[in-house]
């Protein structure tokens, strides 16, 4: 089936990254909005530009720097990818989850996923940040599920479990982190919309409903992919904007990174003891 992005092109753009790098990553990061900085921290780098990899999709929104960073973190050998593409940019699914599926055809086994997220569980606060415990994959519900087409049985089978998509003891070790470093974790389910534009309060009332505790418009595209392709995820969802529900106040993209700037910290506090104890 035409249109879709396949094997070819996956392996096309591994093959480049190996030309760039002999490091065999055991972890890759996709830091989203805001959340760079983590990146500045690998040390033996070697940094990649997105519009230089076959088929990498490039993003266009500010806060995403769109760079590929191999390299080591707290002795573990990583993939950073310093920002990502989003399905409101204009790229069809298997276009955002193309860095994915190359991440799995280098046998990376485990995935961290962060984004910026609005807030609507009415305790969380901005500069918070929430551990995934699920998410709730609206995008996917209506049609946009990034499995649609021929499925790639390299990766995984048709119909794959979505159960626990968050690994269970990648949790519990966040947890024991943030207590022993006096962060205070949030945890909740994520939802992820389309966008681009940011929720009513209708919307947000809504989702409150069906269970979302913060809502943002990635991840959840990426972990489906990870989780077809057997890799173990950890997500991280840092809280960027308070809940609108009562329609009283106004969310910007300036306000998420401007909260970035509290949660980066938090963040990497979390990711780099994380991977002390890979």
């Known amino acids: ?81 310093q920002g990502r593409t989003h399905y409101y940019e204009g790229f069809p699914m298997d276009v955002i989850t193309f860095p994915v599926r190359v991440m ?41 599920n990034p499995l649609r087409g021929p499925n790639l049985d390299e990766f995984g089978e048709r119909f794959p479990d979505m159960s626990q998509a968050y690994d269970r003891n990648y949790m519990q070790t966040v947890r024991k982190i943030s207590k022993e470093k006096g962060i205070h974790l949030r945890e909740g389910v994520y939802a992820c919309l389309s966008g681009p534009s940011f929720e009513t309060p209708a919307d947000l009332r809504f989702l409150r409903t069906i269970g979302a505790d913060t809502v943002g418009m990635s991840t959840v595209p990426e972990v489906i992919v990870a989780r077809h392709g057997r890799m173990h995820v950890l997500g991280l969802s840092g809280v960027s904007n308070k809940a609108n529900l009562d329609g009283n106040t106004e969310t910007s993209h300036e306000e998420v990174l401007e909260a970035g700037k509290i949660i980066a910290p938090k963040l990497q506090i979390i990711i780099q003891g994380f991977l002390k104890t890979l």
Do not use: C
């Open 104 to 144: 799995e055809r280098m046998k990376i086994p485990s995935l961290i996923v962060t984004n910026a997220a609005g807030a609507i569980h009415p305790d969380f606060k901005p500069g918070d940040v929430m551990l995934i415990t699920d998410h709730i994959s609206l995008i996917a519900m209506t049609g946009l």
């Open 1 to 81: 089936m035409e249109g879709f992005l396949g094997i070819k092109e996956i392996d096309e753009a591994w093959d480049f990254i190996q030309k760039k790098s002999k490091l065999h990553p055991k972890v890759a990061i996709i830091l989203g909005s805001g959340l760079g900085s983590l990146a500045d921290l690998v040390t033996d780098a070697e940094i990649i530009a997105y519009k230089e990899i076959p088929h990498w999709p490039i993003s266009t929104v500010q806060g995403h720097a769109g760079r590929l960073i191999l390299g080591i973190l707290e002795s573990t050998p990583v993939m950073v990818m």
